[in-house]
């Protein structure tokens, strides 16, 4: 049990639409980031935040956006869903000085 | 940019037994980090070995061991006697320094290798 819960995990979204993600880090991390991970694919690297600011982005467009709170709790939103935005989303927390990273169970995105 | 390549899709090995699975990469960083990730049915990535670039020793966490060949940019998992629940997609990632060296973000993933264990 490594302390980091995503929610939901699982939906079901029609294209066009908006949708949130949420992640919980783990106790006393204060980074999150968020990766995308394609069926039978190695996960790909959408953005981390830290201290409520975004601090590194991978290769997405700007419909991905996201946000941390004081908390360290993050959302991920996703605008004008496209049937590729289909995948399993994962969130990992750790400290930013640290390259142990945590993850969650993830949410399986499914865009129809 | 860093790539991460896994070549093998899919292994098999019998349990009890000893497999390898095999990573390389590319990158132009000197300090950098290397993992193996296990990502079982339950979707959830597990952290199985790190190996930090500047230690020229092999990192090992019980019937786990790697043989990382910096020169070559080879970063091999040896999985010995083997057990039913190591049946997993296994990842190897790379992690660097962001541009100002205060933080490790991204990690970058290879494609993945499939590892059954058979009774």
């Known amino acids: 049990e490594t302390g980091v819960t995503q929610s939901p995990t699982h939906l079901i979204k029609t294209r066009g639409q908006q949708v949130t993600l949420r992640c919980s880090s783990q106790?006393?991390?204060?980074?999150v980031s968020w990766y995308q991970q394609a069926l039978g694919q190695g996960p790909q690297f959408i953005f981390q935040?830290?201290?409520?600011?975004?601090?590194g982005r991978g290769n997405f467009p700007p419909r991905f956006s996201g946000l941390q709170f004081p908390n360290y709790s993050s959302e991920l939103n996703v605008n004008a869903l496209e049937l590729d935005d289909s995948a399993l989303y994962l969130c990992?927390?750790?400290?930013?000085?640290?390259?142990?990273?945590?993850f969650g169970q993830g949410t399986r995105l499914t865009v129809v | 940019a860093q790539t991460v390549t896994q070549s093998q899709p899919e292994m098999s090995v019998q349990e009890a037994e000893t497999v390898t699975l095999s990573c390389t990469y590319d990158?132009?960083?000197?300090?950098?980090?290397l993992f193996w990730y296990k990502q079982p049915p339950s979707r959830q990535m597990i952290l199985v070995i790190r190996?930090?670039?500047?230690?020229?020793q092999n990192a090992t966490e019980n019937r786990f061991s790697v043989n990382f060949q910096k020169a070559a940019k080879s970063f091999s998992l040896k999985i010995s006697d083997s057990q039913l629940g190591d049946t997993a997609m296994y990842f190897c990632?790379?992690?660097?320094?962001?541009?100002?060296?205060?933080?490790?973000?991204?990690?970058?993933f290879g494609q993945g290798t499939i590892l059954t264990v058979h009774p």
């Open positions: 990992a927390s750790s400290l930013v000085t640290n390259t142990e990273a945590f």
């Open positions: 106790s006393g991390h204060n980074t």
């Open positions: 935040y830290y201290r409520e600011e975004e601090n």
């Open positions: 990158t132009s960083e000197n300090n950098y980090y």
């Open positions: 190996q930090e670039a500047y230690k020229q």
């Open positions: 990632a790379f992690a660097a320094p962001n541009a100002g060296g205060t933080s490790y973000g991204k990690l970058t």
